[in-house]
């Protein structure tokens, strides 16, 4: 007996001392032993407590439900934190309410199962987990706006740049005039400053350049121009460029071009832009008499490498990571009598990069160095015509309708894409692959490209690629849709947009019509009235024409299409039962939208002058003339189609004969 | 042979005053404007072969008083180059859509401009 109340005694210690509150409950949930933790966080008297329900503890809303709960844990008894995933509140006798975690333990006794519920007050720790998401709340603004001073930044370049230049134009161009004597003689000293001014501003107007290029990188304004090209060509101009320099340091140079690389397609002026910083590079750091190669080898199947080496004074490997950086000049004492921006290496990685490329720098200290730049390459393709390829593939073409190229093979996603655009008005094509889309896309021109990067016969990219270089498609509007999120490599190539798969499809129409294809080219005209034959009719011959139509038969349906759909034009029958189409003109007048679509009236009431004014419609069209040509004749006037009122009689001819037979 | 007419725009004074040396030089008769308003002016006495427009002009912009111009079927055949400090993508559309028969980026090349506007010339006078 002494020490089973000794154990008792210790045991009701520990549980004194425990820091969270201890509750234990009978099978009845009734409480039959709290701790001290338990008096202060809920605030009772344990005599308050003992014998109570364990849902006094809870705030009401939850007491409801614990019954459940309480049978649930009771038929699966095992320790467990209480409510996992679920926030649990203790109710305070002064009714407050706070945060809190519990843990549950069975505990087996004669009297029945009881439960243990540990219980600990957790508003602190929520309290530093609302900061915590406050301050990443502010991180995120605040990298918004640093994205966005960014931006704001670059903008300001590139307009500074355009600014500086007009000066500069005055500068040069007066030097120009007079050193070249065309305005009298001058002396020879003279001559020799003229001439120093004129290529330290010509050295201000390359600096301006390279930070006006860096800019519009970092704006994303750079603009990619790929065509087919003479790699030998481009090359030879470069070094005619740096020709005077060459010779005054006696440097030889040596260029060295793989024929398999001869012809590619890439931007001209980006390829001498990316070569002629390397190559006046390795001039000034080579010394007089030294070796300057320029190599472009093929690099793997669908690369190709160009690569300017020198036998300059090298660079510390420590240094490597520096050369490409902005405004970063390596700061030896050797390298510091080499005057230059510290922009031309990180133009040229930006240059590379955007264009899906690599770059990078091999070189040995005191002996030389190699950099080199790897581009993805393209060879122009055989443009013999390719084989006939079925166009069983065409689903719709209409002259009035954009065409949307779809270039797609997982055939689950071109279905998605082909119904999306279908419905929303456009005419689509399709392309399996590749081979192709360069078919399709080198015979016609389309309103639109939407097209998958991972084809089965080629990259993206390459069909795009080619599609710019040359044919009907060289500018038009191009999203991209693909699994990986790559956007660094596509950002070279103008795509209007870039979507990761599955791609949501209000994002993509959306993005269509800003990229100006817009299905509303074929104008929508919505018709109202409760006779379907003449719904029908009205159908038939506007779809004919190239319109889009949208049929309703009631005022009240009418109104909720005028909202949903802002059609062009509306078509509207008078008599209708419910809301007929006087109470649906009041209505629509007084939406917004109402000014700028027309209301043709078409009905069988014969209105007078002063009814027609009063409905303050576009048109009043007598329904039932035979023709109804009277009807489109209306309509072309606000939709323009460019029929003559003869080719509409023609083009109606039969529509109305049926309907007369009928 | 009478001197052909060119008729230089430009807002900025020494520009202008570069411009017309260097084609007085090479043999042309010129005329310089500041502002739109001074070209409509001019346009009203004089009928110049070629207009070398700057199209960033306080006021009214260089492109919108090149498609007035082009608009006036008496200036119809006169060529007209478009001058910008502006290097962005679309500016040379904008400048032929406006109706520029060419496009030069400042700074002007004191050595390739006279050649350039010869032969815009040259081929004007074959037409």
């Known amino acids: ?662 | 042979m009478t001197k052909e007419l060119i008729l230089i725009v430009d807002d900025s004074p020494t520009n202008l005053k570069l411009a017309k040396i260097l084609l007085e030089l090479e043999g042309y008769d010129v005329h310089t404007a500041t502002d739109a308003e001074d070209v409509l002016e001019l346009l009203s006495t004089i009928q110049p072969h070629l207009i070398l427009m700057d199209l960033q002009l306080p006021g009214m912009d260089g492109l919108t008083l090149t498609r007035e111009i082009k608009a006036n079927p008496k200036y119809q055949n006169t060529i007209i180059v478009a001058v910008t400090a502006y290097a962005m993508k679309g500016d040379d559309q904008k400048a032929y859509a406006a109706g520029c028969d060419g496009y030069i980026t400042k700074p002007i090349d004191i050595n390739t401009l006279p050649k350039l506007l010869a032969e815009y010339l040259a081929k004007k006078r074959e037409v």
């Open chain 1, 1 to 662: 007996m002494d020490s089973q109340f000794s154990y008792f005694f210790r045991l009701s210690a520990v549980l004194e001392a425990m820091p969270d509150a201890l509750v234990i409950v009978d099978s009845h949930a009734r409480i039959i032993l709290v701790n001290k933790q338990t008096e202060k966080l809920f605030g009772y008297e344990r005599t308050e407590l003992l014998g109570e329900f364990i849902e006094q503890l809870m705030p009401v809303r939850f007491r409801d439900r614990h019954q459940q709960h309480r049978n649930n844990y009771l038929a699966t008894p095992r320790t467990r934190p209480m409510g996992a995933g679920l926030e649990l509140f203790g109710l305070n006798k002064d009714g407050t309410e706070f945060p809190i975690e519990i843990s549950l333990s069975p505990l087996k006794t004669d009297e029945g199962l009881m439960v243990l519920a540990a219980v600990r007050d957790i508003t602190d720790r929520k309290q530093l987990e609302n900061q915590l998401r406050t301050k990443n709340d502010e991180l995120e603004t605040q990298n918004r706006r640093v994205q966005e001073a960014n931006r704001l930044k670059s903008e300001f370049l590139a307009n500074m740049s355009h600014e500086l230049r007009t000066p500069l134009n005055g500068i040069i161009g007066f030097a120009e005039l007079m050193h070249s004597g065309r305005v009298g003689p001058i002396s020879d000293e003279h001559k020799e400053y003229l001439g120093d001014i004129l290529s330290s501003s010509r050295h201000l107007l390359q600096l301006i350049n390279d930070v006006l290029d860096l800019a519009k990188i970092e704006a994303g304004k750079l603009e990619f121009h790929p065509e087919k090209v003479e790699v030998k060509k481009l090359v030879y101009e470069i070094r005619d460029i740096l020709r005077t320099l060459i010779a005054q340091k006696r440097i030889n140079l040596e260029i060295k071009i793989d024929p398999k690389v001869e012809q590619i397609i890439i931007d001209p002026s980006k390829f001498k832009q990316i070569l002629y910083n390397y190559v006046s590079n390795a001039i000034k750091f080579t010394p007089e008499a030294g070796h300057v190669y320029i190599n472009i080898n093929q690099d793997g199947e669908e690369k190709f490498r160009i690569e300017v080496k020198d036998s300059g004074i090298g660079i510390h490997t420590e240094d490597f990571p520096r050369l490409f950086t902005e405004f970063q000049q390596l700061d030896t004492s050797r390298a510091k009598k080499f005057q230059g921006t510290g922009l031309g290496l990180a133009l040229t990685k930006r240059l590379v990069e955007a264009q899906g490329g690599t770059v990078g720098v091999e070189s040995i200290f005191g002996k030389g160095s190699t950099f080199y730049a790897i581009l993805p390459q393209c060879t122009p393709l055989n443009e013999s015509p390719a084989e006939k390829i079925s166009h069983k593939n065409t689903i719709a073409a209409s002259a009035n309708v954009p065409t949307v190229l779809v270039i797609e093979d997982d055939l689950k996603d071109q279905a998605v894409i082909v119904k999306l655009l279908k419905n929303a008005g456009y005419a689509v094509e399709v392309a399996n692959n590749g081979k192709e889309a360069l078919h399709l896309g080198h015979e016609r021109r389309f309103d639109a490209l939407i097209l998958d990067l991972l084809l089965p016969d080629m990259n993206g990219l390459d069909v795009l690629q080619s599609l710019r270089a040359k044919g009907p498609n060289k500018d038009t509007p191009t999203i991209v849709t693909t699994v990986v999120a790559e956007k660094a490599i596509s950002v070279g190539f103008r795509i209007h947009d870039f979507f990761v798969k599955p791609v949501d499809p209000s994002e993509l129409l959306s993005s269509l019509k800003r990229s100006g294809v817009n299905p509303d080219n074929a104008k929508s005209i919505l018709v109202i009235d409760d006779n379907l034959s003449d719904l029908k009719l009205a159908k038939t011959m506007l779809d004919k024409l190239g319109y889009r139509v949208t049929c309703e038969t009631s005022g009240a349906s009418g109104l909720q299409a005028v909202k949903r759909q802002k059609p062009d034009a509306i078509v509207l029958d008078l008599l209708m039962p419910g809301m007929d189409g006087f109470e649906f003109l009041n209505r629509f007048r007084k939406t917004k939208i109402s000014r700028e679509i027309p209301v043709i009236i078409w009905t069988v009431n014969d209105l007078d002058d002063t009814d027609k004014a009063n409905l303050q419609a576009a048109a009043v069209v007598q329904k039932g003339d035979g023709s109804n040509l009277a009807l489109l004749v209306e309509l072309q006037r606000y939709l323009p189609l460019n029929y003559s009122i003869d080719e509409l009689t023609k083009k109606m001819g039969k529509i109305s004969k049926n309907k007369k037979t009928e």
